[in-house]
């Protein structure tokens, strides 16, 4: 039997099968819902990045988020090129720590632990921050000059 597309059962067929699909293709998509159909959600004003679908909802966990917030007074450690000052500080959680360098050469921060302290060296003017959430010591040295060491004392 020779398959001829110009022989009309053949071509029949071909546009049974081509309406078909297009059928059901075309009943696919009619079951997705439109764009317009999605609930709008509001977004925090000036900051479109948040968005807020319920806020009376998580009031008080938004409450309780702001009481918990890391303060706005920035703690720094100076870094110079043979210590770090203060050599210890003291925060309450949760609290940032900003590790600066002062000095002429490159440092580092790492927690003795090793489950914290900055990936790379910090040049000159470069500086490390870390957030401190559980109460605790944290003690830390510069592995480049592990002479320096310090400690963040969390309450």
């Known amino acids: 039997m020779k398959f001829d597309i110009k022989s009309k059962p053949m071509l029949m067929l071909f546009i049974l099968v081509a309406l078909i699909l297009i059928s059901v ?29 319920e806020p009376e909802k998580y009031a008080k966990e938004m409450e309780e988020a702001a009481k918990n917030a890391a303060p706005t007074t920035p703690v720094i450690v100076t870094i110079s090129d043979d210590s770090f000052a203060p050599a210890e500080v003291a925060i309450k959680a949760p609290s940032i720590v900003t590790f600066e360098n002062a000095g ?48 963040v004392v969390v309450e």
């Open 25 to 53: 293709l075309s009943y696919i998509g009619s079951n997705k819902p439109a764009l317009t159909e999605i609930p709008a959600v509001k977004t925090e004003e000036g900051n479109p990045r948040v968005i807020v679908t």
């Open 104 to 151: 002429e050469t490159s440092h580092s921060v790492r927690g003795v632990s090793g489950k914290w302290g900055s990936l790379k060296d910090l040049e000159p003017g470069e500086s490390y921050s870390q957030q401190f959430d559980v109460a605790g010591t944290y003690e830390y040295f510069d592995p480049l000059n592990p002479v320096m060491k310090g400690k």
